[in-house]
């Protein structure tokens, strides 16, 4: 039983792992392509106290995040301190840098949530709807990348105007990855009915964690579209926020470690095509969008080594 349950885990992480070796080696090319200096010279536009704010913006949407979660513990009757969820939280945002897989993090929260002795159903629950709240909220948004897209029009996205580009618009639209999302999301939506019945009678809960995902989807948006107009290449807000939502959904297919590689390549793609930004701004963007995501997840290494100990610990009284 243990073997054939280990096979198709091992398959999963192979195919995570070539697809971030592929999307990497694309992004490499992208860079290449575009030219060292071009995307330097786009990021020297954007002025200090932008990249400040901007960074700014992204603490305030971790703290949503963080915000989120404590909503839903709180509204399911599960009184985890807002300290113990702020470490929890970003130690699980540090860990998703490095763990395996796009819910990495989730994990991680998890097993620090039961060592601070939340229930486990409940904990993971909760985790669950967390993931899927901010899912809805990313769904809201869509729409205006999707009316983008149909005013643009599908060929002229997939138009190989750009070799690299040109590959990975065909590599998405192959419906080998659309029947494989569509597949995840429908078996998601079934095993997480489960989880939602734990807050059917506290609406207020619900709607306070999706309150906390705008504010994080905004703060997102913002950071985004600071550093467009710090660049020269503005672009309106709505447009910001539909094009990164699509992002946001291209990403969550688990064909690479945390993103890595999928969330550059197809920021490139889709703000170049769908917002007018050139390609050296869309990369610069990615870029960005990236390091300030990392830099601000840096807190929770503070508090990893304290949760490992509990674990090991717990392992240990088990063990004995």
Request: hydrophobic share 55%; proline share 4%.
């Amino acid at each position: 039983m243990s073997l054939r349950q280990d096979k198709p885990d091992r398959r999963s992480v192979w195919i995570r792992l070539a697809g971030t070796l592929l999307t990497l080696a694309l992004l490499v090319f992208l860079l290449y392509r575009q030219g060292w200096q071009e995307i330097w010279q786009a990021f020297l536009r954007i002025s200090p106290w932008r990249l400040a704010a901007a960074l700014g913006f992204v603490v305030l949407s971790r703290l949503a995040v963080t915000a989120r979660w404590y909503i839903l513990l709180r509204s399911a009757g599960e009184p985890l301190s807002l300290w113990k969820n702020f470490r929890l939280t970003f130690a699980g945002l540090f860990a998703s840098n490095f763990l395996p897989t796009t819910i990495g993090g989730d994990v991680f929260r998890l097993a620090g949530a039961v060592l601070y002795r939340v229930d486990t159903a409940l904990a993971a629950a909760s985790l669950i709807v967390d993931r899927l709240v901010g899912m809805a909220g990313m769904a809201t948004a869509a729409p205006l990348g999707l009316a983008r897209v149909v005013t643009v029009g599908l060929p002229a996205i997939l138009a190989p105007g750009n070799a690299s580009l040109g590959t990975l618009a065909a590599g998405m639209a192959h419906p080998g990855w659309i029947s494989r999302l569509w597949r995840q999301f429908t078996d998601l939506l079934r095993r997480t009915f489960a989880s939602f019945a734990l807050w059917k009678h506290r609406p207020a809960g619900l709607l306070l964690a999706y309150a906390a995902t705008w504010v994080h989807m905004l703060a997102t948006f913002s950071s985004i579209a600071i550093c467009l107009e710090g660049m020269g290449e503005p672009a309106a807000f709505w447009l910001v926020a539909g094009t990164w939502s699509l992002v946001y959904f291209i990403t969550l297919v688990p064909v690479s470690i945390n993103g890595y590689g999928l969330q550059e390549v197809s920021t490139v793609l889709l703000y170049s095509r769908l917002a007018g930004i050139s390609p050296e701004g869309s990369l610069t963007i990615a870029l960005l969008v990236r390091t300030l995501t990392m830099l601000v997840s840096l807190p929770g290494a503070i508090f990893m080594p304290e949760i490992m100990a509990k674990i090991r610990n717990d392992e240990e009284k088990e063990a004995s």
